[in-house]
Every structure is written in C-alpha cells, then in structure tokens.
C-alpha cells in the first residue's frame, strides 16, 4: 500500500498539490492553468484519467484560477465550502459543485480526504488530510499560525506539505508597506519559517517520514534560508523545498516494516530542492 503525491507548483504565483494511489487521485486547489498542469502531469507519468476530484482551501486567485477550466475539461466535481464558492466567482457546472463541511471525510474511492478549518484571511479557509487506511498525506498551506486543528492532524501525517511562507527580517526590511507586513505576519496570514519549524519540531508524530516546505515567499524568503534552518533539524525526516516555477518530483510513502518508520538517511540524501 502506498501513496503518492507532488507539488504542481507551490507559491503566490499558483497553488496545486497532488495526491493519489495506484487508480484514484484528486487536487488539493488549482492555482495553475489546465494546460500546465496537464504539461507537468506528463511530465510526470501521472495521468490525468486518473483524477476523481478537485478539493479548494480558499478564494485566492492563486488556489483556484485552474479549477473551472480542469473541472470542465475532465468532468471533475469540485469540493468547496458554500461560503468559499460564493466568494471564488468562479464558474462550476451545478452538477459538479460539491459543498463540504468544517471537519467532514470524504471518500473518493479508497481515499478517504478530511477537511478542517484554519486561520487564514479568506472568508471560509480549510486545509485538508488524505488518508489510506493508516497512510496520511496533509496539505497545510496558508496558515496565520498553528491552531489546535493544525496541530492534532500535523501530528497523524507521513507526509506533510508545510507553508514555510518568509522570513522574519527580511520581511520587516522589505519594502512592503506596513498594512501588508502586518496582514502576512498576523493570525491570519502565513506561517513564518521560524513558526513552520516549531510545529516540526515540537508536533511531528515518530511516524513522520517526509516535510515539503511549500508557498516560499518570492520577495521575502530564499530556499538557502529554509534548507538552512531546517536541514539540521531534520533527524530521520526527509526534507524537500517546493518550487514556484516547477513540480517536485512524484514521491511515494508507504508503511515500512519497522512499524511505519522510515529508515535514517544521510544528510545529503535528506535534502531535495526544486528550483
């Protein structure tokens, strides 16, 4: 048993993040174009037959720009909460427009996908959690800090795709104006590198196997920064950076024999950067 997952493209420029198993997949958000997210599919070896769905965290333009466009295409029902849809102004046939509920599990063949609310600056924001049967692949991205709910489903992951947004001081130097440096750093924006870290640290579960640091700030962070700070934190768990401009390459996670642990890896066997 074993599932896979990848990141289309991670950032302000276009969210999309993949996860599947051997005959079912879905989308965590579409912030990228049918056309290229088809392209780097293939590129892949992924196909796009193999899509069940389409699941949308928020209304930002960089999580939902390719939903109407895949949905249409490929005949995808897309899960979003009533509110979110209302907000997004996007065109969804009735017949796939599936609303959800904060804490409600959706099954999507063997997958089994949990949405939870968050603290974001969107009108009804949710990250979401795929399991198959003990195996946990979590989508927490734009996250103004670590609540409760982000907290008890971080600790069940395998694989996580983690925002690790900016970096404090380069932040407070950059030359944004002080509304937006406070919108980004409040509750209800993102998660700084050095908070990305602490919930690592301080609330991954002995089965955590994999941490993909994704939506790294294009103006106020660097992949240097990142794999700086959390490469010699990272013990047994593999760390990979997400690109804004690429996908990652597909990985795989499955239940190891030693009771779902993975084995330790070298330290430059830890680290796989997508530029």
Request: hydrophobic share 35%; proline share 3%.
């Amino acid at each position: 048993m074993a599932l896979s997952y990848c990141s289309l493209n991670s950032g302000s420029n276009g969210n999309c993040y993949y996860v599947g198993n051997e005959t079912e997949a879905l989308l965590i958000d579409a912030g990228i174009s049918c056309r290229e997210t088809e392209r780097r599919m293939k590129k892949l070896g992924l196909n796009t037959r193999q899509l069940k769905a389409i699941f949308v965290t928020h209304e930002h333009s960089d999580h939902i720009s390719g939903v109407p466009g895949l949905s249409k295409k490929f005949h995808l029902p897309v899960y979003i909460t009533a509110a979110t849809f209302r907000e997004s102004h996007i065109p969804i046939e009735d017949n796939l427009l599936k609303p959800f509920e904060p804490e409600q599990t959706i099954r999507i063949g063997s997958l089994e996908v949990t949405a939870f609310p968050k603290f974001h600056d969107a009108v009804e924001p949710h990250s979401f959690i795929i399991a198959e049967q003990e195996l946990h692949v979590g989508v927490f991205t734009d996250i103004g800090h670590a609540c409760k709910n982000v907290i008890r489903y971080f600790r069940k992951c395998q694989a996580v795709f983690l925002e690790s947004n900016y970096c404090v001081e380069m932040l407070a130097q950059s030359r944004y104006p002080a509304s937006l440096k406070e919108r980004i750093s409040s509750d209800h924006g993102h998660l700084s590198n050095d908070q990305a870290l602490e919930l690592f640290l301080r609330h991954k579960g002995k089965q955590m196997q994999h941490l993909i640091l994704s939506h790294l700030s294009q103006n106020n962070n660097t992949m240097k920064k990142v794999e700086d700070l959390f490469l010699n934190h990272a013990g047994n768990v593999q760390i990979t950076i997400a690109s804004r401009h690429r996908e990652t390459e597909l990985f795989h996670i499955r239940v190891a024999a030693d009771q779902g642990r993975s084995r330790s890896r070298s330290r430059a066997e830890q680290l796989s950067l997508f530029q």
